[in-house]
């Protein structure tokens, strides 16, 4: 055997379960939810509101392990945008690049809201490593940082740019730590949060990406930013 053959992480089990319930993934229906009257948009038509199937690529045999979400802006923020999404989801990407770089001006960075992630992956996999990968960039506080980088690199990506080997290069790139941020990825330590997570999404009904949770309000794809808006400014006015 040669011996530039790359060395396998032991996490084939692991591997086995992942494809075992990203195949359950296709089988599952997808839940349609019309957004508050005011907005009067009904969620009908996946391609055109941008929104990904996914029905929870959950892992029987993790431990769910709870751990404080991801969070962007002040704690003393009036309103609050829980976010589910997955970082090989398109209409997530479109929402990183797009929408949240206006709503984290007008809105995160003056004090008014905070934006909370909560992973959604179900794309296999390589989802659950960059999901993973991003929180172990957190640790050493650069969370949204590498969220906001891999949604950079998303378009025309393959999964190979999401390889154990790649996610740690990224980290490199960023200055993080290696030998801590390598540990970590290499692990999966953070894979019990995740499963919690996605536990917690399924209670809930949510099972598209990205999927938003703004007080009582729900929106489901990557909407313009004025249904965002209008969702916030309901909420500064009280409901």
């Keep these: 055997m040669s011996s530039k053959r790359k060395r396998q992480r032991p996490r084939s089990a692991r591997t086995q379960r992942r494809r075992a319930a990203a195949a359950e993934t296709g089988q599952r229906g997808l839940k349609a939810w019309i957004l508050p009257g005011f907005l009067g948009v009904a969620v009908i038509a996946i391609a055109l509101l941008g929104i990904s199937a996914i029905a929870g690529d959950d892992r029987g045999t993790v431990t769910a392990e709870p751990a404080p979400p991801p969070v962007l802006g002040e704690q003393t923020a009036r309103v609050v945008i829980h976010e589910y999404a997955d970082y ?28 909370v992630w909560h992973d959604l992956a179900g794309h296999g996999q390589p989802s659950w490593d960059t999901a993973n990968a991003a929180r172990c960039a957190g640790d050493q506080g650069h ?26 290069e990224y980290g490199d790139a960023m200055g993080l730590e290696p030998d801590a941020f390598h540990a970590c990825v290499d692990a999966g330590t953070y894979e019990g949060a995740i499963e919690a997570d996605m536990r917690s999404n399924r ?3 949510i099972t598209g990406t990205p999927s938003f949770v703004i007080g009582d309000q729900r929106i489901v794809g990557a909407q313009p930013v004025e249904v965002f808006e209008q969702a916030i400014l309901r909420e500064l006015q009280g409901g």
């Design 203 to 205: 209670r809930q009904g």
């Design 88 to 115: 090989l989801c398109p209409f997530c990407g479109r929402f990183a690049r797009t929408i949240k770089p206006e709503l984290q001006e007008r809105y995160i960075d003056t004090g008014l809201v905070q934006l």
């Design 143 to 168: 969370y949204w940082d590498y969220h906001d980088f891999l949604y950079a690199i998303q378009q025309g990506a393959g999964h190979d740019a999401y390889s154990d080997e790649r996610l740690k």
